[in-house]
T-cell receptor, first 112, second 111 residues
Framework: DGGITQSPKYLFRKEGQNVTLSCEQNLNHDAMYWYRQDPGQGLRLIYYSHIVNDFQKGDIAEGYSVSREKKESFPLTVTSAQKNPTAFYLC???????????FGDGTRLSIL | DAKTTQPPSMDCAEGRAANLPCNHSTISGNEYVYWYRQIHSQGPQYIIHGLKNNETNEMASLIITEDRKSSTLILPHATLRDTAVYYCIVRVSGSNYKLTFGKGTLLTVNP
């Protein structure tokens, strides 16, 4: 089935470590996004990419980095510079502007 | 993007229609209305979207008032699996693709 796969579902990080969250889509969508969700809150945009080898910062990009080397993949690295990384991370993709975004099932990151 | 106002929670009996309201009184002419829902611990699910006309798909109907200042999402026959937080979002064309999620409406479908 076509869709968006995020892995792992749960992830634990030690203080000072970088960690990478995986996002893969087989929908042939050009645009991909990363959002963060904190308990009881809405989603906030971290990074987005309209096309391969190009990406833009969202509202809360500090402490995060991304790459877009392939159309189907958009990994997110949570660096040690992110002081409050514990959250639910959601990846999405869309064909383009004004088209619905389709989401994966998320990765829940916790600090040990 | 225009701000939206939704009730924090609603209840609905299983098998009945669920009507979820959304106010977006500052919406501009080029802003679309989107509805998503999120079941606990899952990613949001796209439901439907529209600009001016009413829309219907296999999941729901979207009714937009003539002045476009409010809309209603209708789930015609709610089931227990429809219990979720429902988000109404308005988004202008070209706004860097961002979806701005508010706190939404927690719909609880009761047996």
């Amino acid at each position: 089935d076509g869709g968006i796969t995020q892995s792992p579902k749960y992830l634990f990080r030690k203080e000072g470590q970088n960690v990478t969250l995986s996002c893969e889509q087989n929908l042939n969508h050009d645009a991909m996004y990363w959002y963060r969700q904190d308990p009881g809150q809405g989603l906030r945009l971290i990074y987005y990419s309209h096309i391969v080898n190009d990406f833009q910062k969202g509202d809360i990009a500090e402490g995060y980095s991304v790459s877009r080397e392939k159309k189907e993949s958009f990994p997110l690295t949570v660096t040690s510079a992110q002081k409050n990384p514990t959250a639910f991370y959601l990846c999405a993709s869309s064909i383009g502007d004004n088209q619905p975004q389709h989401f994966g099932d998320g990765t829940r990151l916790s600090i040990l | 993007d225009a701000k939206t106002t939704q009730p924090p929670s609603m209840d609905c009996a299983e098998g009945r229609a669920a009507n979820l309201p959304c106010n977006h009184s500052t919406i501009s002419g080029n802003e679309y209305v989107y509805w998503y829902r999120q079941i606990h611990s899952q990613g949001p699910q796209y439901i439907i979207h529209g600009l001016k006309n009413n829309e219907t798909n296999e999941m729901a109907s979207l009714i937009i008032t003539e002045d476009r200042k409010s809309s209603t999402l209708i789930l015609p026959h709610a089931t227990l699996r429809d219990t979720a937080v429902y988000y109404c979002i308005v988004r202008v064309s070209g706004s860097n693709y961002k979806l701005t999620f508010g706190k939404g409406t927690l719909l609880t479908v009761n047996p």
